[in-house]
C-alpha cells in the first residue's frame, strides 16, 4: 500500500484525474495499482481502503479521455453513479461506465477490482449495443465471464518481456473474450424493434469481421449478404457514427497491425501483411495506417519490437 499523498498522486495520473477521498469513518484513502498495456486494452488490479473515487466535470475538461472502464469486483462491493444510471457491482460481477464523463465509484469493504480500460471502438461492436450494456451489471460467475479476472491476472503476473506483437495479440484476445461476456446474457429482455436492428448490427459486424481477407468485401456485399438493400443497410448504422465501409476499413486496418507486429511474421515484408487484408496500394495503406495508429507502419514495427 501506499501513503494517502502518493495513492491520491498514482490514481490521478494512472486514470485521468481520478479524486479519491474518504467514506464513512475512514480517516484516509490508500491504495495500489499494477497494470499492463496490451496494445489497445489496458488492464489493472486495484485494491485499497474504503473510499470513493471521482472524475469530475473539471476532469474531464482538463483531461479529456476516449476511453470505457469495465470494474470487475473480485472482493468488496462497487457502486458506480453515472448520470442517472447506478450500478451496483458485487463479487463475481462487472460493470461498464464511460470514462469520458463524469462519474463517482463508491469503493466498500476489503476491496479488489480487475479493471479493463479500451476506446470505444476497441470492441468493433455496434457503438448503441455498448451504450445498452452500459445499463446493467454483468455476470462474471459463469460463462465466458468466468475468466475474465483470470485474464487480468494473466497480463499482470507476466515479466513483461514478451514480444511486444505478442501483448496485442494477448490484449486483442482479452477484447473479444470481454465481448463474449457481454453478448452471452440478455441485455433487457426487449423484443421490440429496436432490439431486433441491435441483433442485425451484432450479425453484420461478425460477419465483417469472418470475411475481412475476402477482396469483394463492401457495403453492397455486405446488404445482399443480409437481404437488404444498401440504402437500408445506411439507415441500419445511421447512429452508429460510421459507416460499413469505415467499419470494415478500421478491422483491417487493426488486423494488419497484429501480423505487423507478430514475430512470426517477421519476415513478411509489410506489403505483403497489407495485401493480405486487402490494401494493395502500399503509399495509401501508410497513410491511413498513420492516420488512424499515429504511426507509420514501418515505425510501429520497429519501435515496438525495440522495447520487447
Do not use: N
Amino acid at each position: 500500500m501506499t501513503t494517502d499523498d502518493t495513492w491520491r498522486a498514482e490514481l490521478g495520473a494512472t486514470f485521468a484525474g481520478l479524486v479519491p477521498e474518504p467514506s464513512g469513518d475512514e480517516a484516509g484513502v490508500d491504495g495500489r495499482i499494477d497494470g499492463a498495456a496490451l496494445g489497445d486494452l489496458r488492464t489493472y488490479r486495484v485494491t485499497g481502503t474504503p473510499q470513493v473515487v471521482r472524475r469530475t466535470p473539471r476532469a474531464v475538461r482538463r483531461e479529456p479521455t476516449e476511453a470505457l472502464k469495465v470494474c470487475l469486483q473480485v472482493r468488496g462491493r462497487a457502486i458506480v453513479h453515472q448520470g442517472d444510471r447506478e450500478l451496483v457491482i458485487g463479487p463475481g460481477q462487472f460493470g461498464v461506465y464511460d470514462t469520458r464523463r463524469a462519474y463517482d465509484l463508491r469503493l466498500e469493504g476489503d476491496w479488489e477490482c480487475s479493471v479493463l480500460v479500451f476506446a470505444p471502438d476497441a470492441l468493433a461492436m455496434p457503438l448503441r449495443w455498448l451504450d445498452t450494456v452500459m445499463t446493467r451489471v454483468h455476470d462474471a460467475s459463469s460463462g465466458p465471464g468466468t475468466v475474465l479476472a483470470p485474464f487480468v491476472d494473466a497480463s499482470l503476473d507476466g515479466t513483461g518481456a514478451e514480444p511486444a506483437g505478442s501483448r496485442v495479440r494477448f490484449g486483442d484476445a482479452g477484447l473479444r473474450l470481454l465481448c463474449s461476456a457481454l453478448s452471452s446474457g440478455d441485455v433487457d429482455g426487449r423484443t421490440d424493434d429496436d432490439t431486433h436492428a441491435q441483433a442485425q448490427r451484432m450479425s453484420i459486424v461478425d460477419h465483417i469481421r469472418r470475411h475481412l481477407t475476402d477482396p469483394s468485401l463492401s457495403h453492397r456485399t455486405v446488404a445482399h449478404a443480409h437481404g437488404m438493400s444498401p440504402r437500408s443497410l445506411d439507415r441500419l448504422f445511421q447512429d452508429e457514427g460510421r459507416t460499413v465501409a469505415t467499419t470494415v476499413r478500421t478491422m483491417r486496418l487493426e488486423a494488419a497491425r497484429r501480423d505487423l507486429l507478430d514475430v512470426r511474421s517477421r519476415t513478411v515484408g509489410i506489403g505483403a501483411i497489407a495485401a493480405r487484408w486487402c490494401f494493395l496500394d502500399p503509399a495509401y495503406f501508410s497513410r491511413i495506417y498513420k492516420q488512424h495508429f499515429g504511426i507509420s507502419p514501418s515505425s510501429d514495427r520497429a519501435s515496438l519490437r525495440s522495447v520487447a
